[in-house]
């Protein structure tokens, strides 16, 4: 079975400051692995997703993420927060590609500050 | 295009009272799933589908029935409503793998809020 684990529920940052959200994940085989993101009072949207090609791999609105296998970590970066990054951010992992077997961290709320 | 659309948007049931949630795409998604998001919880799969006709339970089926008569649509039925299905409900839909393309990116819709007193 696979899981992943989001480190911290609540991030804070600066406008202008790197935004790093952290996800960590196991998996019995080589994993497919998905950031989204959620707005407040949207559904869920594609940030981006590994599927073993590239292990950086680069999304919407400036958000990037390097597939780490000696760590099992899929962090979530972006070098400069503005204040629309705010949102929900779930970190997702498929041991198949398949999405009925998809499953999703418990999500890290990020707030930009001014 | 209108991707996946989900009625409705808010609906307050009392202990006991059953409602559907509809849900249907245009993006001709043969994959189709229902979540429940909870605070601290993340997504929870209840049921899915991966095409017409063919149904299967996810991580938290119980109290919860669904059809696929259509590929459009994946109604969520709450035969009698429990204060624990209290919660934010989510469509998705997806490709299938005979598609060719990979799994796991999920299309959602905007969500139905369900409170039950």
Redesign the interface.
Same mark, same amino acid.
């Given at each position: 079975a696979q899981s992943v684990t989001q480190l911290g &529920?609540h991030v804070s940052v600066s406008e202008g400051a790197l935004v790093l959200l952290r996800c960590n994940y196991s998996s019995s085989v080589p994993p @497919?692995l998905?950031w @989204?993101v959620q707005y407040p009072? /949207?559904?869920? /949207? *594609?940030l981006l997703?590994y599927?073993s090609a590239a292990t950086l791999v680069k999304g919407i609105n400036g958000f990037e993420a390097e597939f780490k296998k000696s760590e099992t970590s899929f962090h979530l970066t972006k070098p400069s927060a503005h204040m629309s990054d705010a949102a929900e951010y779930?970190c =997702?992992v &498929?041991p +198949?590609? +398949? =999405? &009925?077997k *998809?499953t999703?961290? +418990?999500?890290t709320r990020l707030q930009v500050t001014l | 295009n209108a991707g996946?659309t989900q009625t409705p948007k808010f609906q307050v049931l009392k202990t006991g009272q059953s409602m559907t949630l509809q849900c249907a795409q245009d993006m001709n998604h043969e @994959?189709m &799933?229902w979540y429940r998001q909870d605070p601290?919880?993340? *997504?929870? *799969?209840i049921h @899915?589908s991966?095409g017409a006709g063919i149904t299967?339970q996810?991580e938290v089926p119980n109290g919860y029935n669904v059809s696929r008569s259509t590929t459009e649509d994946f109604p969520l039925r709450l035969l009698s409503a429990a204060p624990s299905q209290t919660s934010v409900y989510?469509c998705?839909s997806?490709y299938s793998?005979r598609s060719g393309r990979? #799994? #796991?990116?999920?299309f959602?819709?905007?969500?139905s809020r369900l409170t039950v007193l």
């Amino acid at each position: 079975a696979q899981s992943v684990t989001q480190l911290g &529920s609540h991030v804070s940052v600066s406008e202008g400051a790197l935004v790093l959200l952290r996800c960590n994940y196991s998996s019995s085989v080589p994993p @497919y692995l998905f950031w @989204y993101v959620q707005y407040p009072n /949207q559904g869920l /949207q *594609l940030l981006l997703k590994y599927t073993s090609a590239a292990t950086l791999v680069k999304g919407i609105n400036g958000f990037e993420a390097e597939f780490k296998k000696s760590e099992t970590s899929f962090h979530l970066t972006k070098p400069s927060a503005h204040m629309s990054d705010a949102a929900e951010y779930f970190c =997702a992992v &498929s041991p +198949t590609g +398949t =999405a &009925s077997k *998809l499953t999703f961290g +418990t999500g890290t709320r990020l707030q930009v500050t001014l | 295009n209108a991707g996946v659309t989900q009625t409705p948007k808010f609906q307050v049931l009392k202990t006991g009272q059953s409602m559907t949630l509809q849900c249907a795409q245009d993006m001709n998604h043969e @994959y189709m &799933s229902w979540y429940r998001q909870d605070p601290g919880m993340g *997504l929870r *799969l209840i049921h @899915y589908s991966v095409g017409a006709g063919i149904t299967d339970q996810g991580e938290v089926p119980n109290g919860y029935n669904v059809s696929r008569s259509t590929t459009e649509d994946f109604p969520l039925r709450l035969l009698s409503a429990a204060p624990s299905q209290t919660s934010v409900y989510f469509c998705a839909s997806s490709y299938s793998r005979r598609s060719g393309r990979v #799994g #796991g990116e999920l299309f959602f819709g905007e969500g139905s809020r369900l409170t039950v007193l």
